[in-house]
């Protein structure tokens, strides 16, 4: 029922043929191992005025930047998460707080090798929507989907993953958007789509309009963390990204390769406040082509000869084209390393005098825009919002993510 509290204890089941249906205002309080195994359907339906809360009732969130990952309540793990079984055709998940996942499953049958996600899914004829949600603390994949059609917009994204884990990881039978999210401080990538797993259809992810802020930079591995990863025999379309002070830009894997060939992408907007940021703008050693609409644009410093994956000096972009936060500055180091993973009481909308309104593109369609089969409305996705002229997840018109 509405605005009522509930405790979560060990695994609690949703059958087949079953629908939970979450209302708006209600909370409910995770225990140690606790899990939501989804063999149904499953409606989280939150409002703006009224979210839904899956967090813990006792900790207390630690958001500076001096606590330590081992010290942070955020990235140790109190529950499972939600666990969406291959018979859950629905998924539905809206203005909801899912907190503190990360204790291995303990309980739950079929081989989900141990590792919780906040949401995990994998019906490749079923759909996941998840909209305009938060994420906090988590210390693996945010969201997970093995196949299936998905709509993730709008979502906030925050301490997710200490050392390794994606934010949304998209694998093989696919489809479907990832758009006006906000991604602050992952430990790996924020957004990764790759083809491998089902071969039932490609991996198809389409990317746009997201802020991604300090990401990649608890991941040691070269190469690994950053903002977007396209990999092995994935595409898409990829516009509009506003990606500031990331380990990495868009990174499309040469090998195994991404599908670049069938992928458009363009009008992404880069901001590094060091040499070594603005030298991975465009990764080296991979295959992401240049566009002439991104920000900056790629013939002011990239040389005539180059081709992608190529090393290239960057010296000249360091603490240009400043984005323009409404309400955060820029350049919050650390011993060198960018640690600030929280929204606290920022404002990442952007300012009046931002170079990067305007700078967008509404030259495409996101996925199922005009598919009658996509679930829309109160059991569905409540609007799939079309790109924006703006860059970034909080365009000048308000249409994007809501939560500022």
């Not at 009224?50 to 930047?65: L, Y």
């Not at 690994?224 to 868009?250: P, Q």
């Not at 005009?370 to 000048?396: Q, V, Y």
Request: proline letters at 5%.
């Amino acid at each position: 029922m509405s605005d009522q509290i509930y405790t979560l204890k060990g695994r609690v089941v949703v059958n087949a043929g079953d629908t939970l249906l979450i209302q708006e205002g209600a909370k409910i309080y995770v225990t140690q191992g606790a899990c939501l195994d989804v063999k149904g359907t499953l409606l989280s339906l939150g409002s703006k005025e009224k979210p839904i809360w899956f967090t813990e009732k006792d900790v207390v969130k630690q958001d500076n930047t001096t606590i330590t990952i081992d010290a942070d309540p955020a990235y140790q793990g109190i529950w499972s998460g939600i666990y969406c079984e291959n018979t859950c055709k629905l998924c539905v998940v809206k203005w909801t707080h899912i907190e503190f996942v990360g204790t291995p499953f303990v309980d739950l049958p079929g081989n989900v090798g141990g590792t919780p996600r906040g949401i995990y899914f994998n019906t490749a004829d079923g759909y996941l929507v998840l909209e305009d949600s938060w994420f906090y603390g988590i210390t693996n994949d945010v969201v997970r989907i093995e196949s299936g059609y998905f709509n993730v917009m709008r979502n906030t994204f925050e301490k997710c993953g200490p050392i390794g884990g994606d934010i949304v990881n998209v694998k093989g039978s696919s489809k479907g958007n990832v758009a006006y999210n906000l991604y602050t401080g992952n430990g790996t990538t924020g957004s990764k789509a790759s083809n491998v797993g089902s071969a039932t259809f490609q991996c198809e992810m389409t990317t746009f309009n997201n802020t991604f802020v300090n990401g990649g930079w608890r991941r040691v591995d070269a190469g690994r963390g950053g903002s977007i990863n396209y990999e092995e025999g994935a595409k898409g379309l990829i516009y509009n990204n506003l990606i500031a002070n990331c380990r990495y830009g868009v990174r499309m894997v040469g090998n195994p390769p991404a599908d670049v060939a069938d992928s458009k992408l363009g009008n992404n907007y880069n901001y590094g406040e060091t040499l070594d940021i603005c030298n991975q703008f465009y990764p080296t050693g991979h295959i992401t082509p240049p566009q002439t609409t991104d920000v900056p644009n790629p013939s002011s410093f990239l040389p005539a000869s180059y081709q992608p994956g190529d090393v290239y000096d960057g010296s000249s972009l360091v603490l240009q084209n400043d984005p323009q936060f409404v309400n955060y500055t820029l350049g919050n180091t650390f011993n060198n390393i960018l640690v600030l993973s929280y929204v606290g009481s920022f404002d990442f909308r952007l300012k009046s005098t931002s170079p990067a309104l305007g700078k967008g593109t509404t030259a495409f369609q996101p996925y199922f825009v005009n598919d009658a089969n996509f679930p829309k409305g109160e059991f569905g996705s409540t609007e799939i919002t079309l790109p924006s002229s703006d860059i970034g997840a909080f365009p000048a018109n308000g249409k994007g993510n809501q939560h500022y």
